[in-house]
Structures are given as C-alpha cells and as structure tokens.
Nanobody, 118 residues
C-alpha cells in the first residue's frame, strides 16, 4: 500500500528558507512523477512544483518560480522541495503527491504546515 510522509514544515520568518521532504513507501518510486501541492486556509489546492519520474524535467507554479526547487533521490524513495525567499503568501499546508507515469494512479501524503510570519 502506498504511503507518502511529508516532513520539514514549520514556522519561518519572511525571507527565510525551509526544505520539505517526502518519503515514499509501497510504490515503485522511480515509476512515479512526483509533485508538491499547497492549500492555503480557505482556498483551493494548487500545484507548486512537479518532477518527472527520472528527475530530468521540472515544472513550477508561477508564484514560486526562481524561489523553490524540487528534486528527488530515487535511491532513497524521496522527493524534496527547497523553499527560499519565503513570503507570507506561501503559508499553506503542503502536500506531496505521486502519479504513476503510465497508469496515472495518484497518491497523496497527509500534508505538512508551512507558516511564514514575523
């Protein structure tokens, strides 16, 4: 059974940095494209960043381009989100998601809270 566990969230001041991690188990990790989504309180979930199954391609939401970097380590079944120059509007619950590159089956983690505030 697929299991995604996010970690690394917390409270950070504006301009600061955080690194989120997502550890996957129960899936053939290298067959899954991975992504990070976020959902601010009272708003819809939005895509933050995506990375292909081999890690050769990445895509970012417009609001995080040049500030966030997604990466993965297929040997560790993990995906990461390095977040720099954080802004209060980055405050949200951040979710890790895995999507099979052929079948399209999608799994979600439980989310981790990121709060950017002084």
């Amino acid at each position: 059974q697929a299991h995604l566990v996010e970690s690394g969230g917390g409270l950070v001041q504006p301009g600061g940095s955080l690194r989120l991690s997502c550890a996957a188990s129960g899936i053939a990790f290298s067959n899954y494209g991975m992504s990070w989504y976020r959902q601010p309180l009272g708003k819809e979930r939005e895509v933050v960043a995506l990375i292909s199954s081999a890690g050769s391609s990445t895509t970012y939401g417009d609001s995080v381009k040049s500030r966030f970097t997604i990466s993965r380590d297929n040997a560790k079944n993990s995906v990461y989100l390095q977040m720099n120059s954080l802004k209060p509007e980055d405050t949200a619950v951040y979710y890790c998601s895995a999507r099979h590159k052929i079948a399209g089956t999608r799994y979600w983690g439980q989310g981790t809270q990121v709060t950017v505030s002084s």
